[in-house]
């Protein structure tokens, strides 16, 4: 079966810092993978999608950045972080289909101070 | 253009109780429907959707849904409720209207189950 894996689970960072956070998917090969953000209170944000090796599409404008270096890895970084990039960070896989169902991992809360 | 509407933010229910979460969306294509579950700092759990076929859809946990589409509703429901279905649900929407699609999120209803 697929499982999916983000790490860290919780990272507390200062304001200008930068930022390196990893998914990763098994059981799979060639899924669709994205970055959502979920502010307090607030619904999911599509940031970054991918369906392959080195293709990223970007949903919103910002200081963030994703790449996807090997086929069932997402990496989500920034070279300086901002207040208003806390929020808890989910990654999610789906099949290569965009229609597909998309399955999500367990988060990561960041907090930027 | 599609988007998906949650029409309460928080539901407050008795243990053993039925409920009910709307859920409604707009579009002029075909869509597929989704509900998901979140427990407090926890990813996503896909409770159920809608793709084809049947439009009442059995979900985990004894959840169900209905799809309807001349009111574009998805309503959530479960006959009782326990403690633990205490969390957050998310309805969503992905529209085949060909091309990339993307998966549209309500704002979610948060539902507290009291003892």
């Known amino acids: 079966s697929q499982t999916i894996h983000q790490w860290p689970a919780t990272l507390v960072q200062p304001v200008g810092s930068p930022l390196s956070l990893e998914c990763t998917v098994e059981g799979t090969s060639n899924p669709n993978l994205y970055w959502y953000r979920q502010a307090a209170g607030r619904g999911l944000q599509l940031l970054f999608y991918?369906?392959?090796?080195?293709?990223i599409s970007s949903e919103v404008p910002q200081n963030l950045s994703a790449s996807r270096p090997q086929d069932r890895q997402f990496i989500l970084s920034s070279k300086k972080l901002l207040l208003s990039d806390s929020g808890f960070y989910l990654c999610?896989?789906?099949?290569?289909?965009?229609?597909?169902?998309?399955?999500f991992g367990p988060g990561t809360r960041l907090t930027v101070l | 253009a599609q988007s998906v509407t949650q029409l309460d933010s928080q539901v407050p229910v008795f243990e053993e109780a039925p409920v009910e979460l709307r859920c409604n969306y707009s579009?002029?294509?075909?869509?597929?429907l989704f509900w998901y579950v979140q427990y407090p700092n926890q990813g996503l759990q896909l409770l159920l959707k809608?793709?084809?076929?049947?439009?009442l859809v059995k979900g985990i946990n004894g959840f169900e849904a209905e799809f309807n589409k001349s009111q574009t509703s998805f309503h959530l429901r479960k006959p009782s409720v326990h403690i633990s279905d205490t969390a957050e649900y998310f309805c969503a929407v992905i529209e085949l209207s060909g091309g990339y699609n993307k998966l549209i999120f309500g704002a979610g209803t948060r539902l507290a189950v009291h003892p």
């Open positions: 991918s369906v392959g090796i080195g293709q």
């Open positions: 579009s002029s294509v075909s869509v597929y």
């Open positions: 809608y793709l084809s076929g049947s439009t």
């Open positions: 999610a896989w789906s099949g290569d289909y965009s229609t597909d169902t998309q399955y």
